[in-house]
């Protein structure tokens, strides 16, 4: 035990007492937040794109496409002003949206109505000053003309200076369809303002269509906004009768899928922390020092302990500061939006978090152990990284059932993922709020730990033959190529 | 209470089909200074692991005070492996206590044998240096203190002199006769002789996975065949004086043309009876050089040049 506890802690020590360490620590979350507002980033940061409508039909269709944009701009900005009134109660919602509708063609409410929630300082989140698209006269009737426009060696004014043109529509009558579109633009990619023309123009159509055969407008409006109400009720065994699905109900299933992915991240990392460490030793010749002080399962159990705690105190602080700021953000948060406890309740969820717990160490044990068999049989990490394709490979595959196991955990396919021994940490992980049946949990659960003691009993053994250079990555190269011949000489 | 530290009975290795150590038995015994030599590949290594139970004999036992390798045992063994290295980023005091506290001394105690022994090294300064800011030879003193620093009753160095300059090869000559004047037994190997022949109360002499001779440095030496080297004016009757003490041979000629001769001595006949044969003979001598034997000439008289080839010759002539 003693021999256990000092290189378990001089493993952990090697990692946690280092600079980098807490700076990666730092840096996890950091690089969370931009990597979540990287979207709202990409979408803030991209330029206003100017475009032209050439309407050879003469039915004003770039006006109707104008008319179109600034409704949409209006709705979006009624969404969203809803969407951040609603905490402040049925009546303020009510009394702000009546202000924003006292314009029922542009934005002249807004002000009003943020007055009435008490939220003047939010306008710029409810309608940005910029627009995304806006449609300018176009500078040319032909393609030919056209053409330097969209390609930047010519530019248009706009408020913002000389720019290019992003797009030129071209509308058109047609023998067979109604109407004839016509794309232009250098960016082949963006296809948001081209499906967005392409579908104000369809719904112009329809109107036009009803309006024919007699239809009124207010009639045409209840037309197209004719659709189901849908009721989701929870049918689940242990749920109460007719009781609506809400959001909390389904937060289990994706707090499931993150826990698995984040099981995945820290199995991985964690493991390769074990290869390196091995390979850094094995390299520096330091193994077979170690081994005449300590036995080869002291080494083995000392290192995964050690490494083990590196993985706990990462999980420890992020767990404690993701708590610290759940407890204090959604207190805060309570009085702007009840719901939001009942969400946050759903998200901790002990037994998941037992689960994880449960997974997490069978999976670290199979994979840490593999990766340190294979660290013993490499003096380099080059040596390293030619045994790793398999392993690495074996360890994406479940991330494909990740994927696929919010819609579909009752799939055949992601059921049997949930047996195969190395996958189920991550997958079965993913299936459980979808309550699996018992057996199917037990049974993979225990086909996994037999195989994770198999996994231990064959890396000690090729950890023992790989830390005295009696194995090295070229006998398991040979291994394979020979189909399991033993090395000649 | 056995007498000796370490009983090897038989031991054998293969690796791949291909023998690494055949049918080797020794005894080291408490409180000597054994020395285990060898050409590289004469299966020291692959024995001594052996020996400790790192790794597992196909034929053969080992006992280690008496007992099978066991845990308790190891604790009570300082062991320098040939293929060594430390922590790169650890201090050399913290690499030291490390090992110091594997081998079950206390934290304090092993930061007060680690600073002791440190100073006994020159190296007292580069306590708190980290080892990659270490010379190699610094380095591998650290290493040395690592397997010493628990006072262990039996201390096992494989290869401890390789890499190491001239004077601290020598400090490390005295250090292993301090552990030996603790009354510690000291079992090392070497390919270099001239360290067994200052040091050892005892050599194994292995060659190709086999033991060829156990025994005193005295018993070894006597495997020699005594030489003489004389010189003298071309024209002396050096054959019909010399020949009947042993195999006379004409080496070569001196710059002042006085003719070299080398002669073998025959078992009973001694350098100082060539001598008076000399005078009495009335032999106009110019050299008279009775070859004192190495352990070197012990092992190429065992196994011949070929299977001495390895062995550090350089070093040795300048025994």
Redesign the interface.
């Known amino acids: 035990m ?2 256990i506890f ?2 378990a802690r ?1 493993e952990y020590l ?1 990692y946690v007492a280092t600079v980098g360490f807490w700076l990666s620590l730092l840096a996890v979350p950091v690089f969370a937040i931009i990597g979540g507002a990287i979207p709202a980033l990409i979408e803030g940061s991209q330029p206003t794109r100017y475009y032209a409508v050439i309407d050879q039909t003469g039915q004003n269709l770039d006006e109707v496409i104008r008319i179109n944009q600034r409704a949409e701009r209006r709705e979006q900005a009624r969404r969203m002003l809803e969407v951040l009134v609603e905490g402040r109660g049925e009546a303020v919602t009510e009394r702000a949206l009546a202000a924003f509708d006292t314009d029922p063609d542009g934005l002249g409410g807004l002000d009003a109505a943020l007055e009435e929630a008490d939220m003047a300082g939010a306008r710029g989140l409810v309608a940005p000053e910029r627009a995304d698209a806006v449609m300018v006269d176009a500078p040319g009737s032909t393609v030919e003309t056209l053409r330097p426009y969209l390609t930047g060696d010519q530019t248009i004014s706009t408020p913002e200076g000389e720019r290019p043109l992003f797009a030129v529509f071209v509308i058109d009558e047609a023998r067979d369809v109604p109407l004839s579109v016509t794309y232009l633009s250098a960016n082949i990619t963006a296809r948001e303002l081209r499906n967005d023309v392409v579908s104000t123009l369809r719904s112009h159509l329809r109107e036009q269509a009803f309006i024919e055969r007699g239809l009124s407008p207010d009639e045409i409006d209840e037309v197209l906004s004719l659709s189901p109400s849908v009721t989701t009720i929870d049918a689940r065994p242990n749920a109460a009768e007719n009781a609506e699905v809400t959001r909390a109900d389904r937060a289990p299933f994706v707090v499931a899928i993150v826990l698995a992915f984040i099981l995945w991240v820290a199995v991985f990392s964690v493991a390769n922390m074990l290869l390196t460490s091995l390979v850094e ?1 094995k390299g ?3 193994i ?2 170690l ?5 080869f399962y002291d080494i083995l159990i000392g290192k995964l302990a050690g490494v083990a705690g590196v993985s706990a105190t990462l999980f420890l602080i992020w767990g404690g500061v993701g708590t610290l700021l759940s407890v204090v953000g959604g207190a805060a948060l309570q009085s702007f939006d009840p719901r939001i406890a009942e969400l946050l309740g759903s998200v901790f969820d002990p037994v998941l978090l037992a689960a994880a717990l449960f997974f997490f160490a069978a999976g670290y044990l199979m994979y840490g152990s593999i990766f340190l068999a294979m660290g013993s049989l490499c003096d380099t990490l080059q040596d390293a990284q030619t045994l790793m394709g398999p392993v690495i490979w074996t360890l994406m595959l479940p991330l494909l059932f990740l994927f696929f196991s919010l819609e579909a955990s009752d799939s055949m396919l992601v059921r049997a993922a949930s047996w195969v021994p190395l996958w189920t940490p991550f997958v079965m992980m993913a299936r459980l709020p979808a309550d699996p049946p018992l057996w199917e949990v037990l049974g993979a659960s225990a086909l996994m730990l037999v195989t994770m003691l198999l996994v231990l009993w064959g890396a000690a053994a090729v950890f023992r033959q790989g830390a ?3 194995a090295d990555a070229d006998t398991v190269r040979r291994w394979f190529k020979l189909g399991g011949k ?4 | 209470m056995t007498d000796y530290a370490l009983e090897v009975e038989g031991l054998t290795k293969r690796f791949g089909g291909k023998p690494a150590v055949q049918d080797v038995s020794f005894k080291a015994a408490c409180g000597e200074i054994t020395g285990f030599l060898g050409p590289n590949g004469a299966g020291k290594t692959t024995t001594l692991r052996m020996s400790l139970g790192v790794i597992s004999p196909d034929q053969g036992t080992a006992r280690l005070f008496g007992q099978a390798p066991d845990a308790a045992g190891m604790d009570r063994v300082g062991f320098l492996p040939e293929e060594r290295g430390v922590y790169r980023k650890m201090t050399a005091e913290s690499v030291i206590v490390f090992f110091a506290r594997l081998k079950g001394v206390p934290a304090g105690e092993a930061r007060r044998r680690a600073a002791v022994m440190l100073e006994r090294f020159g190296l007292a300064d580069a306590a708190k240096k980290k080892i990659k800011e270490l010379s190699k030879g610094m380095a591998q003193k650290v290493q040395i203190i690592s397997a010493i620093v628990h006072e262990p009753d039996f201390v096992i160095l494989d290869e401890p002199f390789s890499g190491l300059d001239p004077v601290n090869q020598s400090l490390l000559e005295q250090v292993i006769r301090e552990q030996a004047e603790a009354g510690r037994t000291v079992l090392f190997s070497t390919h270099v002789m001239e360290h067994a022949e200052r040091l050892c109360n005892r050599i194994i002499l292995m060659a190709r996975g086999r033991k060829v001779f156990d025994g005193t440095v005295d018993e070894a030496l006597a495997q020699v065949p005594r030489q003489v080297t004389l010189g003298a004016p071309e024209g002396e009757p050096m054959e019909s004086v010399l020949s009947g003490f042993g195999d006379l041979e004409r080496t070569g000629v001196e710059a002042d043309g006085a003719v070299v001769w080398r002669l073998t001595l025959k078992p009973g006949a001694d350098a100082q009876q060539v001598l008076r044969a000399c005078v009495e003979a009335g032999l106009k001598l110019t050299r008279f050089e009775p070859r004192r034997p190495h352990l070197h000439d012990a092992f190429v008289a065992l196994v011949g040049e070929e299977g001495a080839r390895d062995l550090d010759a350089p070093e040795l002539s300048e025994a």
Do not use: D, N, P
């Open positions: 003693r021999a000092l290189i001089r090697s030793e520096g010749k330091i077979e020092l081994l005449s002080t300590a036995r005295l250079r009696q033993k090395k000649s000489a």
